[in-house]
């Protein structure tokens, strides 16, 4: 978390999550995603006792309270479709597909409390997954980014052309915005993945880190993965 670490403004510090954060991650999810049912103690003690070391909080040290997290998992993409929803990625959000032996890093999960958005928390966060895929040489990082600032443009805008003006900075994207200062690429739009993300009218855009220096070998590119639909 070296890389997390040196990017954190003053006053954050960064960790693995542990049974004492579950409540406060809770509640933060109920301010972030109000329309989702937040997790529960039982699946954040699930995701900690399969992969520990994949499960990330950034303290903020004055107040002592859960600021931000990110939650990944290790998956085999060849058993998935590119348009999958989170649903089907995560095993019903139970990271019960998780697999040590796999090469694709997957981000189930990246918030920050909104009263500590716009800090660099989320970039920190972010890093410090970078530095995981780069310790267990794995071949990519993949998420799906939701897309709320496309809901009010939807009648105008096809989701293909609503990302073409988030990555020209014609348009600014709450979320996807930042995915794209931190380095991710947008491999598809994808509709489905959080069906209740009214916000993002149910689109999001497959994201995509690559490790420079283990890249997955060409035929196992997240591209040639087929669509469900
Ligand atoms: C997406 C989210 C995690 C970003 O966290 P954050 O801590 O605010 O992001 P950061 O401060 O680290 O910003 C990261 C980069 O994005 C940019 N950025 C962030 N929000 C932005 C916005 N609304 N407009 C323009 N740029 C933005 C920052 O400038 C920074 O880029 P830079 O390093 O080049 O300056 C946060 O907004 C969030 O929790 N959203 C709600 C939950 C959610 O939808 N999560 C995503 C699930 S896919």
Redesign the pocket.
């Given at each position: 978390m070296d890389e997390a670490r040196r990017h954190l403004p003053e006053g954050y510090s960064i960790r693995l999550m542990t049974e004492e954060d579950y409540a406060e991650i809770a509640e933060i999810c109920r301010r972030?995603?109000p329309t989702e049912r937040p997790y529960t103690a039982e699946e954040l003690a699930a995701h900690h006792r399969l992969f520990p070391e994949g499960q990330f909080v950034v303290i903020h040290e004055e107040s002592g309270a859960v600021a931000?997290a990110h939650f990944t998992l290790i998956i085999w993409m060849i058993h998935f479709h590119l348009d999958d929803s989170w649903d089907e990625l995560t095993a019903g959000g139970s990271f019960a597909d998780h697999d040590p032996e796999a090469h694709t890093l997957y981000g189930a999960?990246?918030?920050?409390h909104p009263e500590?958005?716009?800090?660099?928390?989320?970039?920190?966060l972010t890093l410090a997954t970078r530095e995981l895929v780069a310790h267990k040489a794995l071949w990519r990082m993949v998420?799906?980014?939701?897309m709320?600032g496309y809901g009010r443009l939807a009648d105008a805008l096809e989701p293909v052309d609503y990302i073409a003006k988030v990555k020209k900075a014609e348009v600014?994207d709450?979320?996807l915005?930042?995915?794209l200062?931190?380095g991710w690429d947008v491999v598809a739009a994808i509709r489905g993945y959080l069906p209740h993300d009214e916000e993002s009218k149910g689109w999001a855009a497959v994201i995509q880190w690559i490790n420079p220096d283990c890249p997955p070998p060409p035929d196992f590119d997240l591209t040639k993965l087929p669509r469900k639909n």
């Open positions: 972030v995603y931000g999960d990246l918030f920050v500590h958005q716009h800090h660099g928390l989320g970039k920190a998420g799906g980014s939701r709320p600014t709450p979320v915005t930042a995915h200062h931190d």
